[in-house]
């Protein structure tokens, strides 16, 4: 006979599987959650693996005047001028529902406020509001995309 233990135990086993799967579905590498008295922490580590890759034997090559050398790499680039960056990590869906209208197209004229996109984050939707009025000049993403929090999803001019 099972015990309320085992029950307890077993509903523990089952809420760290779904957000396993929490972290398949959004790409995520580790989420945390508490409820009630009991707070789980799922993770993966993500590695990668190189192999050696063949290299076939080239004919000598004359040797060429020396390039100048390229700008300093100042980090990241700079989001483009008019980004709406991502409120979230999540999945980008650029309308309501499959088979329905994108909520905006590059040339739309939107107002502050409007919706321009959602982001579903844990199995919810997240409207991603325009912060302010003007033109949408060009979407960085497609839909169904998985984005990071401050990534840019459009510009608007």
């Known amino acids: 006979m099972a015990d309320a233990k085992d029950d307890e135990n077993n509903l523990e ?26 707070r789980v922490r799922v993770a993966r580590t993500v590695t990668a693996v190189s192999a050696p890759v063949p290299v076939a034997a080239a004919e000598p090559q004359p040797v060429a005047a020396p390039t100048p050398p390229a700008a300093i790499d100042a980090g990241p680039a700079a989001p483009p001028t008019g980004a709406v960056p991502s409120p979230m990590v999540g999945t980008v869906y650029l309308s309501a529902s499959p088979g329905t209208p994108s909520f905006v197209k590059v040339g739309d004229a939107v107002s502050e406020g409007d919706t321009l ?25 497609r839909n169904e995309q998985p984005v990071e929090f401050g990534e840019p999803l459009l510009t608007i001019e």
């Open 13 to 38: 086993i089952a809420w760290i599987r779904e957000l396993a799967g929490v972290l398949d579905d959004t790409r995520l590498t580790e989420i945390e959650i508490e409820k009630e008295n009991i």
């Open 117 to 141: 996109m959602i982001v579903e984050a844990m199995k919810t939707m997240n409207p991603v509001a325009a912060p302010r009025s003007g033109k949408v000049t060009r979407i960085l993403v």
